[in-house]
């Protein structure tokens, strides 16, 4: 008789993965191949990765809605990121042009629950981010490689106080954050500036930072963007992040560590620190400084916070 344990992710894509022993089996498939490291149940515990596994059975969702094979199994969902990682230029392309559209959108699907990057795909037109990149070829290191170039084309006279927090751009700038999961939304103003996208899955960036899919440097410049914005050493913007997390329970998915991350020194915060965020940050702190405070007691509360 065999004591063979059942393949937890051998269940159809309409299953939910919800306990930390399937989500620690579906991270050690998926990641851990890419970047060595050994990963344990503590790594999936609630509420760190609700985030990202509350995106990942929404994305599931909808390419079920698609109407798509009803029997695919989280199982193949990994195997087919895991593949597409390792095909160069020249293998993907077919895959990528092909005529049969499920299998299209299969691979899309691998690359978004891999990547967190909405490339398209999707037969009922529902994108995942405001950003949307149609990948057609190269490889997929390439794809984002390009997705996410090192450029700073704008000027960088300002300064990053530490009064430049996510709450404050709310309550001083009147910039209203809108929580988001792709992560080629991050930073992204819209509507005149009134509204900026931030991503805030610090675990999902963590588990990639030793792989080699992302340019070098980007997943510690990104994790820096949300210690600078999300600070944990700021007891107000700590209540806010949580307050945010309570309103948006049903709607966007927000990685409660993101208020976790490592506080930032003088010498980080400087513009010039940061490379591809560079211009998406001088642009948003252009938009926080232009703000017109309306009144006197937005003044002093400004001056307080200074």
């Known amino acids: 008789m065999s004591n063979t344990s059942p393949d ?6 309409r299953a939910v993965i919800r306990s930390p022993e399937s989500r620690l089996e579906f991270a050690r498939s998926l990641w851990q191949p890419q970047n060595g490291h050994s990963l344990t149940t ?6 760190s990765f609700e985030g990202y596994f509350g995106f990942y059975e929404d994305q599931c969702i909808t390419w079920l809605c698609d109407k798509y094979s009803q029997d695919k199994t989280h199982r193949q969902l990994v195997e087919k990121a895991c593949e597409i990682a390792g095909l160069d230029a020249q293998q993907l392309q077919p895959l990528l042009l092909s005529q049969d559209e499920m299998e299209r959108s299969w691979l899309f699907l691998a690359v978004r629950v891999f990547t967190m990057i909405d490339v398209g795909g999707l037969r009922t ?17 390439a794809f984002i490689e390009s997705t996410f170039p090192c450029t700073k084309e704008e000027l960088d006279h300002v300064k990053l106080e530490r009064l430049f927090t996510a709450r404050n751009l709310e309550r001083v ?16 103003l819209e509507d005149d500036d009134t509204k900026v996208r931030l991503f805030s899955h610090a675990s999902f960036l963590e588990l990639h930072r030793e792989c080699d899919l992302f340019p070098a440097g980007f997943i510690d410049e990104t994790l820096r963007t949300l210690s600078l914005l999300l ?58 400084d232009e703000a017109d405070p309306k009144t006197m007691s937005q003044r002093v509360k400004i001056k307080r916070m200074s």
Do not use: Y
Not at 125 to 141: A, E, F, P
């Open 8 to 13: 937890i992710l051998q269940n159809e894509l």
């Open 42 to 47: 503590g790594n999936f515990q609630a509420p």
């Open 125 to 141: 037109g529902i994108k995942l981010g405001q950003v949307s990149r149609n990948w057609t070829n190269g490889s997929l290191k």
């Open 173 to 188: 700038a009147d910039i209203q954050v809108i929580w988001t999961s792709n992560l080629a939304d991050h930073l992204q």
């Open 231 to 288: 600070s944990s050493n700021d007891k107000k913007t700590v209540t806010w992040f949580r307050r945010e997390q309570r309103r948006n329970l049903n709607d966007e998915f927000i990685d409660g560590t993101a208020i976790s991350c490592r506080p930032l020194s003088m010498k980080e915060r400087q513009i010039d620190k940061f490379e591809f965020w560079h211009d998406r940050l001088v642009m948003l702190k252009q938009a926080f």
